[in-house]
């Protein structure tokens, strides 16, 4: 069951293996996103280490946009399966399509907005105040894309959603970013620990990127379905 309007629904991350186990087409966005990112990272390592590493973070930042319209068209999907809707993958995409513009949008100002966050601190010159200030953007903006992706909310109006939605049900929210933070740094961490001494350098570039993908794939659900649940009682 879901957990109702503004609830707290712990079932959808039981449930959403089983959603990815019979969907596995879900995670076609965002393996093509971690293998762009793959690619960028090389041919930014190429193009800018003879820079002393000038442009990188532009490299960087590219890689993140993408991978943040991967997944809003992952959470897509997600929300459509979740619902009982078509849940095919060239539907979602073409919805995705359909709301790139927004998406697209809102991932610039979500990594404007923490680029700013990011500097910000550099300045305070403290790093415990930078982490926090970093982590409360990160926070309340974490629902920007499904704001984007379901809501069909653009840039700023996506990035205002998600704050103030955040801030009316920090319960599930809370728990959503505690699932991001832990399954998108643990997972590929451990892949790092085992696959590291035993694979050559590409297919550890491979197998990273399947493991990014898998965690988007599942991630994808609760976002869906938590946006889902609470989102629509304040508009």
């Known amino acids: 069951m879901r957990g109702g309007r503004g609830g707290v629904d712990l079932s959808i991350y039981g449930r959403a293996v089983g959603y990815l186990v019979r969907n596995p087409s879900i995670m076609a966005m965002p393996l093509l996103a971690a293998l762009v990112d793959m690619l960028l990272s090389y041919v930014g390592s190429i193009g800018t280490d003879p820079l002393g590493g000038l442009g990188d973070g532009i490299f960087q930042m590219i890689s993140q946009i993408i991978y943040l319209f991967a997944f809003g068209v992952a959470i897509i999907q997600a929300n459509n399966i979740a619902r009982g809707f078509n849940g095919s993958f060239d539907s979602a995409w073409e919805e995705g399509r359909r709301k790139s513009g927004n998406i697209i949008l809102a991932a610039i100002g979500f990594q404007f907005l923490a680029y700013i966050a990011q500097y910000a601190s550099s300045l305070l010159g403290l790093a415990i105040v930078g982490i926090v200030l970093q982590l409360a953007v990160y926070f309340f903006l974490i629902l920007t894309i499904?704001?984007?992706?379901?809501?069909?909310?653009?840039?700023?109006?996506?990035?205002?959603?998600?704050?103030?939605?955040?801030?009316?049900?920090?319960?599930?929210?809370?728990?959503?970013?505690?699932?991001w933070v832990v399954l998108w740094f643990?997972?590929?961490?451990?892949?790092?620990?085992?696959?590291?001494?035993?694979?050559?350098?590409?297919?550890?570039?491979?197998?990273?990127?399947?493991?990014?993908?898998?965690?988007?794939?599942?991630?994808?659900?609760?976002?869906?379905?938590?946006?889902?649940?609470?989102?629509?009682?304040?508009?």
């Open 186 to 235: 643990g997972i590929p961490m451990a892949v790092l620990y085992l696959a590291s001494t035993h694979v050559n350098a590409l297919v550890f570039d491979l197998i990273v990127a399947a493991s990014r993908a898998l965690v988007l794939g599942y991630l994808a659900f609760p976002f869906a379905t938590t946006y889902d649940d609470i989102a629509f009682k304040l508009w």
């Open 146 to 179: 499904p704001a984007a992706a379901i809501g069909g909310l653009p840039g700023g109006y996506a990035i205002s959603a998600s704050f103030r939605t955040v801030r009316e049900h920090l319960a599930p929210c809370l728990i959503l970013a505690v699932a």
